[in-house]
């Protein structure tokens, strides 16, 4: 079965930092692109970010470049995503998502983890 | 950045109804970029729809896409009890961008 599990979700200060993982499982972990998309509380998606295949390429959202880092690890079927200088604005439910075969679409999602930044 | 809009907001029907949501964008998409997706309340989105109309994997027949340029349609033809959740279009490109949804709700 293919699954992806999220992890590292905590309540964190505004300014803090927190690395999120994405465990995969059931399929070729290094043949595909992975996201990272959010969900603030009762608001819609916003895709954050993405890493190639190798971690070669990777691609942010204006809102979370220069502050998220995304990276992969191969070997450990793993996907994180760190995150500097956080902001209210940050709280979200987290989910890691697999490109479809082929990309151009999202064909696996992980049921999320939640940040939440407040004093 | 391309944006996408979707209408309406809201769409209230009853179940055996047929759904029409639309996804205009801001700027022309190639229909392969352009892909559909459904979330019901407490659970991940799952992908629907992509390359504007081809159904993913387990999509029932009743879910269809279709559109090019700037305007696309996902159409559920009859509505069943399981089908009333948020449905969101999406651009994937180098910086991929979800639509802000629609509500098909049970009138």
């Known amino acids: 079965e293919v699954q992806l599990v999220e992890s590292g979700g905590v309540v964190v200060q505004p300014g803090g930092s927190l690395r999120l993982s994405c465990a995969a499982s059931?399929?070729?972990?290094?043949?595909?692109?992975m996201h990272w998309v959010r969900q603030a509380p009762g608001k819609g998606l916003e895709w954050v970010s993405l890493?190639?295949?190798?971690?070669?390429?990777?691609y942010y959202a204006d809102s979370v470049k220069g502050r998220f880092t995304i990276s992969r690890d191969n070997s450990k079927n793993s996907l994180y995503l760190q995150m500097n200088s956080l902001r209210t604005e940050d709280t979200a439910l987290y989910y890691c998502?697999?490109?479809?075969?082929?990309?151009?679409?999202?064909?696996?999602w992980g049921q999320g983890t939640t940040v939440t930044v407040s004093s | 950045e391309i944006v996408l809009t979707q209408s309406p907001g809201t769409l209230s029907l009853s179940p055996g109804e047929r759904a029409t949501l639309s996804c205009r964008a801001s700027?022309?998409?190639?229909?392969?970029?352009l892909a559909w997706y459904q979330q019901k309340p407490g659970q991940a989105p799952r992908l629907l729809i992509y390359?504007?109309?081809s159904r993913a994997t387990g999509i029932p027949d009743r879910f269809s896409g279709s559109g090019s340029g700037t305007d696309f349609t996902l159409t559920i033809s009859r509505l069943e009890p399981e089908d009333f959740a948020v449905y969101y279009c999406?651009?994937?490109?180098?910086?991929?961008?979800f639509g802000g949804g629609t509500k098909v709700e049970i009138k």
């Open positions: 998502a697999k490109d479809g075969f082929g990309g151009l679409r999202m064909d696996v």
């Open positions: 390359g504007a109309s």
């Open positions: 890493i190639s295949w190798d971690g070669g390429s990777t």
């Open positions: 700027q022309s998409v190639s229909s392969s970029y």
């Open positions: 999406q651009q994937y490109g180098s910086s991929p961008f």
């Open positions: 059931g399929f070729t972990f290094d043949d595909y692109t």
